[in-house]
């Protein structure tokens, strides 16, 4: 199966509720990917962030993730 097939594939089991949220994260993902450069400041100010979420227990590991995902979409 294609990575095409297999993203439709997806689509086609979600929700309207999840497929709002997959939009977002869509829409976050290419707002947040311009052409800017960061400067060291901003990426250690992401780098405390992200480090705070994963204190705070707002992180997965991405194997586990992966997981969940696969289970719930039959792949």
């Known amino acids: 199966m294609s990575?095409?097939?297999t993203t439709v594939s997806m689509i086609q089991k979600c929700t309207e509720d999840e497929l709002q949220v997959v939009q977002q994260v869509i829409r976050q993902f290419f707002l947040n990917r311009g052409p800017h450069t960061t400067t060291k400041k901003q990426f250690l100010?992401?780098?405390?962030?992200?480090?705070?979420?994963?204190?705070?227990?707002?992180?997965q590991e991405a194997g586990e993730a992966?997981?969940?995902?696969?289970?719930?979409?039959?792949?």
């Open 3 to 5: 990575t095409l097939d």
């Open 45 to 59: 100010e992401e780098l405390q962030i992200s480090r705070g979420q994963h204190q705070s227990g707002q992180s």
């Open 66 to 75: 992966l997981a969940e995902l696969r289970a719930k979409y039959g792949l």
